[in-house]
């Protein structure tokens, strides 16, 4: 495989499993050194890393949590390492409508999948803007674009991701780092898979069914789908994208 990241780190939340543990194994094998930042203990995602020959730490770490991000860029900072390639990957989707979501619930989502990305990216984009070279990707979701009912909490951070991507490239560009967003389709992986029955008495097997009609590519997408367009951006090819919103499934949603 090409060495396309080679001598680049990268820090990557929500690699355990799932999106963020196949982009953290594509990426080390095309050279980069991976930090993974998860609140799981990730040790199949080192597991395979390790085997093919690359490196990566793991770190336990609450995006959501202002201290827990602080003791994470210490440990970077530590092994002597900068952060090149910030990957803004973990987030969580229950499933509920709109009457039965509490404000908890509501603080919850948004704390988790967008309070995070503002903690790593606050804590992580200084030394990539003082180099002058960086890439921030950020994941959040088609479902910005679609009329998929039960998700307002999700759905609300998710297209706060997008807001958030593109005033960063505004801020960001004429320092080198290029900030872009990856919205992938329902894709299959350990979290997407935990809960068989969803408001409304569908089942998540139907619901994944359902979407594959709806695609040009007629096939439920999993989380290798994604890690290509993830390593493009993350590239060199990709300097001259920035502030971006890239559609990952299957040709589900057209853009202009």
């Known amino acids: 495989m090409t060495k396309r990241h080679q001598g ?8 355990a499993s799932g999106i ?3 982009t953290a194994v594509r990426l080390a094998a095309e050279g980069a050194r991976i930090f993974i930042a ?7 995602t080192l597991r395979s890393i390790e085997s093919a020959g690359g490196e990566a730490i793991a770190v336990q770490c609450d995006v959501s949590d202002q201290a827990s991000v ?3 860029k210490a440990e970077v900072e530590k092994s002597g390492a900068s952060c090149d390639i910030l990957i803004n990957n973990a987030g969580i989707y229950p499933m509920q409508s709109f009457d039965d979501i509490t404000f908890e619930d509501w603080k919850r989502v948004l704390s988790v999948n967008l309070d995070s990305m503002f903690l790593m990216t ?3 984009s200084v030394g990539m803007r003082q180099r002058r070279w960086g890439r921030i990707i950020n994941i959040a ?5 679609l009329l998929v009912p039960n998700l307002v909490h999700y759905i609300s951070s998710k297209a706060g991701v997008i807001g958030f991507s593109r005033s960063l490239a505004t801020e960001f560009g004429e320092h080198g780092v290029n900030v872009n967003t990856i919205a992938p389709g ?8 935990a809960d068989k029955e969803i408001p409304g008495g569908m089942t998540k097997d139907a619901l994944f069914e359902m979407m594959v009609h709806m695609q040009s590519i007629k096939r439920s ?7 290509g367009a993830i390593s493009f951006l993350a590239s060199e090819d990709a300097a001259f994208i920035t502030g971006q919103t890239l559609y990952v499934n299957g040709g589900l949603t057209r853009t202009t």
């Open 8 to 15: 680049r780190t990268v820090v990557i939340s929500g690699a």
């Open 20 to 22: 963020g543990q196949a």
């Open 38 to 44: 998860d609140r799981a203990k990730a040790q199949d």
């Open 70 to 72: 602080a003791k994470l």
């Open 122 to 124: 606050k804590a992580f």
């Open 141 to 145: 979701s088609d479902t910005v674009s």
């Open 186 to 193: 329902l894709t299959r992986t350990p979290g997407t898979l």
């Open 221 to 227: 997408e999993v989380a290798t789908d994604l890690v």
